[in-house]
């Protein structure tokens, strides 16, 4: 109608702008029927019923209302489910969620869990608060052994042929093969003897060579650091052991739950090598990306307005690769303590701190903050956010700790719905598979729930 006011209702290009008009009418969905979108363009609906007409005009007319009437359809149907997005084949498809997901399996663990990862499509890792092991369970629930290490393993991912770590008291983070080579019985402690001796021997080395001052100064130094480091330990100890009560014990010996190994588990010493050192910055969440790169969420140790965070990339030698700390001068991060990566690159980050969900393009650019359901936006019942993990739908899944619920967002951060099951507590790490199980890991639960949300 437009363009017949205009008096230039004729020819090829009036025809183009026509059917690029019924187009987007049809993609934007404002009109119902395909009918009133030919009537809006300009064009009255003709009589086109059966084979196509033979008469130039007439066939325009047949022509663009077929186009208008696949958009439309296209459209609609798109519009008739919940969520539409690309699967992880590239295909199209509506995923549907499970009304009431229940876990497949309930895997018991002795200590509440901080973060569980895949070790391969059978096995899972799980690290527990300040244990000096990673112990490692088959799918059914199963105890296989646990890998012994001097260290304190908080998050984990898999890797190829491995596993990474980072490292609660030397700020560092660690790589390791898995399955290990050989089993802690079989290892020979006369092995290990000439390592400490050279440790030994290093350490009585370096005393003497530095210089007395030099050495009061870092001893200072040292000192300042490390009450600073053991205060933001024990603040985050003293908030994880409200949520997780000691282990009870029955006369003497520890109230296993089941699932848990026989007390002649088998042990396996740990082989681990150092990835890279974080110096001043504490490490937390790691995780691998599908190009085998490792992200590694990074925090100052400070707290409320002090408290800073970064997320680094590093190869899988250790280089640094990129750094996501801000943008234009504003800080992403004050605390990041899980990440994970989702199918478009987006670098997908819990914070602690901030008590939000924040997701930064590859090309360091802020896409979101998600900061919790508009219900629990307040002062006493604010969003608590966790593990964190994607899905072939490019969803992002994230655990509430005190809420003990899942929050699923689209990729745009836009609120989905939650996800609740039986009895779960304090909901922390978590990992997804190619199937999209969901292997959740409990603080206060003391366990990994294993849950199929998708029909």
Not at 135 to 145: A, E, R
Not at 363 to 390: A, L, V, W
Request: hydrophobic share 30%.
């Amino acid at each position: 109608m437009y363009l017949r006011v205009l008096d230039i209702d004729d020819g090829e290009i009036p025809h183009s702008l026509r059917a690029g008009c019924a187009v987007a009418l049809a993609l934007l969905g404002s009109v119902q029927t395909v009918g009133q979108i030919m009537r809006h363009v300009g064009l009255d609906k003709k009589d086109t019923s059966g084979s196509a007409p033979k008469d130039t005009e007439t066939l325009k007319v047949y022509v663009m209302e077929k186009i208008a009437n696949f958009f439309h359809q296209g459209h609609h149907d798109s519009n008739s489910q919940e969520n539409f997005s690309h699967n992880h084949h590239g295909n199209h498809k509506s995923p549907e969620f499970q009304s009431n997901p229940i876990p497949s399996t309930k895997i018991a663990c002795e200590d509440g869990v901080l973060d569980v990862c895949l070790l391969g499509k059978d096995t899972l890792g799980v690290c527990s608060y300040l244990k000096k092991e990673i112990t490692v369970y088959d799918i059914t629930g199963k105890k296989l052994f646990a890998l012994i290490t001097p260290r304190f393993p908080q998050y984990l991912d898999g890797i190829t042929g491995g596993m990474v770590f980072s490292d609660l008291d030397e700020n560092s983070v660690f790589k390791a093969a898995f399955p290990p080579s050989n089993p802690r019985e079989e290892m020979k402690d006369v092995e290990m003897v000439p390592k400490k001796k050279e440790k030994s021997e290093l350490k009585k080395k370096l005393n003497i060579t530095g210089s007395s001052k030099s050495s009061e100064k870092d001893s200072k130094a040292a000192k300042k650091q490390s009450k600073e480091k053991a205060k933001s330990k024990e603040d985050e100890k003293m908030e994880v052991d409200n949520e997780n009560p000691k282990v009870e014990k029955e006369s003497g010996k520890l109230n296993d739950g089941p699932g848990t190994a026989d007390k002649e588990e088998k042990k396996r010493d740990l082989k681990e090598e150092t990835v890279v050192g974080t110096g001043q910055w504490i490490p937390k969440g790691v995780h691998t990306t599908k190009s085998g790169d490792i992200l590694v969420c990074l925090w100052n140790g400070q707290r409320k307005e002090k408290s800073h965070g970064k997320v680094i990339k590093y190869s899988k030698m250790g280089k640094e690769l990129k750094e996501f700390d801000s943008h234009n001068h504003r800080a992403f991060f004050a605390c990041p303590m899980y990440v994970t990566e989702n199918g478009l690159g987006d670098i997908c980050v819990s914070d602690w701190n901030k008590k939000s969900v924040v997701v930064v393009s590859k090309s360091s650019s802020k896409k979101f903050e998600y900061e919790g359901h508009k219900e629990q936006n307040d002062e006493e019942n604010k969003f608590d956010p966790r593990g964190i993990c994607t899905d072939s739908f490019h969803h992002i899944i994230v655990a509430d700790y005190w809420h003990h619920r899942l929050h699923v967002l689209d990729d745009k951060g836009h609120f989905l719905r939650y996800f609740v099951y039986d009895n779960i507590r304090g909901p922390t790490g978590m990992c997804i598979d190619e199937n999209n199980i969901l292997y959740v890991g409990e603080l206060g639960g003391k366990s990994v729930n294993v849950i199929k949300y998708l029909k």
